[in-house]
């Protein structure tokens, strides 16, 4: 139906394609993967792959895309050092029809794409050729990107939605060690600099910051006390006895949540000597009438089975219950996503978990009208940011697929919400909207 298009479902069923690189003549394509030797030589491979990517024309985000209240973008990370040692040298346990496989940079951000590399097989055996796996998001930042232009260009339009009254919410996701926290520690910092420096109304900034494991919430500006959440008979969740400190400085922010990240529950596992093992929820809140609030959501890393063989009980119990959580995080947007296509009415399962009723209020309030009869929308009452991260090398490939089809699925069910949206009452259109409305029509696609 017309009113479930959808203009970027290329996020998710854009084929694979695959760029023709040069070889010698004298080297059968398999032989550039089937002996330890070789492992150099796919890297030189793959460098001259993510030259190729980088030097064709960026694909920039469609235009619908921006204009949703949900942003969808991916920050890659740059190699550790400890990751260098890595390139080129075999990666243990995996193999395809006995072809040995190679680490390598895999990642390549450009535009608004997240272009990942892998060598093509044929009924598992090597082409020779590198193949690419697309997703186009409403923005990539390359391992060479900074903070700063992740929260200019990403961020602080929340941040003014929240000076201005209303709910700004950043949520940071990826596998464990892919640079999560790094990214968020950085945003709120930056955030809290033109919070502070936005409160023309003397009203302060106030600052919460809590960790949720599971059914637990532990407050960490007040020694991990625990936290009662409770719902206000509105679906909204309350935070029981949740400490809010007031802050005058971008000093003293930095203090406080430097004593409250002290205080999160972090361990060592495979992929990250100190991983976080909770989800963290710092609030922004600003005083005075207007009451804005900015949250920056740190969602612990998710791991596979096979990351967490040489764990103890604890650290799998740890794992599956931060999968369990993240489950049912997807479970919720797998459901948005029917609901603003195919089935309105459909379920969604919030209070499954913990974490998705924290976040009930983002997802349910970022949800925009059908506007006037002139065919402006309605301003949403708040606004989302997720951020995907992912690591480099071709040994996170699983980790990486997995969060960007997470961070596709968003995507498209926030942009079949707002053209659902936009569709609505079309009884009611000026023959101004009609026209609009039609003239797009040429940019987007259409599914049923």
């Known amino acids: 139906p017309l009113g479930t298009r959808c203009g970027c479902s290329e996020a998710m069923a854009e084929k694979d394609f695959v760029l023709v690189t040069k070889r010698e003549p004298s080297a059968p394509a398999s032989s550039l993967f089937d002996q330890d030797e070789d492992g150099p030589a796919l890297v030189i491979k793959a460098a001259a792959a993510r030259d190729e990517l980088l030097a064709r024309p960026a694909v920039q985000s469609a235009a619908a895309a921006q204009a949703t209240s949900v942003q969808v973008v991916c920050r890659t990370r740059p190699l550790l050092e400890h990751e260098h040692e890595r390139v080129g040298a075999?990666?243990?346990?995996?193999?395809?029809?006995?072809?040995?496989?190679?680490?390598?940079?895999?990642?390549?951000?450009?535009?608004a794409q997240v272009l990942c590399l892998s060598e093509e097989r044929k009924i598992g055996v090597p082409t020779g050729e590198m193949a690419v796996t697309p997703y186009t998001l409403h923005g990539a930042y390359a391992a060479a990107s900074g903070s700063e232009?992740?929260?200019?260009?990403?961020?602080?339009?929340l941040v003014r939605?929240?000076?201005?009254?209303?709910?700004?919410?950043?949520?940071?996701?990826?596998?464990?060690?892919?640079g999560k926290t790094f990214t968020i520690r950085a945003l709120q910092r930056l955030a809290a600099a033109e919070l502070l420096a936005a409160d023309g109304g003397g009203g302060g900034l106030w600052v919460s910051f809590f960790e949720n494991m599971g059914d637990k919430c532990f407050d960490l500006l007040n020694g991990r006390a625990p936290l009662v959440l409770r719902d206000d008979g509105k679906g909204e969740m309350s935070v029981v006895g949740l400490a809010e400190r007031s802050v005058g400085s971008a000093d003293e922010f930095d203090e406080l949540l430097a004593a409250g990240n002290a205080l999160r529950a972090t361990k060592a596992t495979q992929s990250n000597d100190q991983s976080s093992r909770s989800h963290a929820l710092c609030t922004l809140r600003l005083g005075g009438p207007a009451g804005g609030k900015l949250q920056l959501v740190d969602l612990a890393g998710s791991e596979r089975r096979e990351d967490v063989v040489e764990h103890d009980a604890a650290r799998i119990g740890e794992m599956q219950q931060i999968n369990s959580s993240l489950?049912?995080?997807?479970?919720?947007?797998?459901?948005?996503?029917r609901r603003a296509t195919d089935e309105p009415n459909a379920h969604i399962p919030y209070r499954n978990s913990?974490?998705?009723?924290?976040?009930?209020?983002a997802f349910e309030h970022s949800r925009v009208g059908a506007g006037d009869g002139d065919g402006a929308s309605a301003a949403p009452r708040s606004a989302v940011c997720f951020a995907a991260h992912v690591s480099p090398l071709r040994s996170q490939a699983k980790h990486t697929a997995n969060t960007l089809e997470y961070a596709a699925q968003m995507l498209q069910a926030t942009m079949a919400e707002r053209q659902r949206a936009e569709f609505d009452e079309v009884e009611k259109w000026s023959s101004k909207k009609v026209v609009g409305w039609v003239a797009q029509l040429d940019e987007v696609t259409f599914f049923s």
């Open 354 to 361: 913990k974490l998705t009723m924290l976040l009930r209020a």
């Open 161 to 178: 939605l929240a000076a201005a009254g209303g709910l700004g919410t950043v949520i940071a996701y990826g596998q464990t060690g892919s």
């Open 149 to 157: 232009e992740v929260y200019t260009q990403s961020i602080a339009p």
């Open 90 to 111: 075999r990666i243990e346990g995996s193999s395809a029809a006995s072809h040995a496989q190679f680490d390598y940079e895999a990642v390549v951000a450009h535009g």
């Open 327 to 337: 489950g049912t995080l997807k479970e919720c947007i797998r459901a948005n996503l």
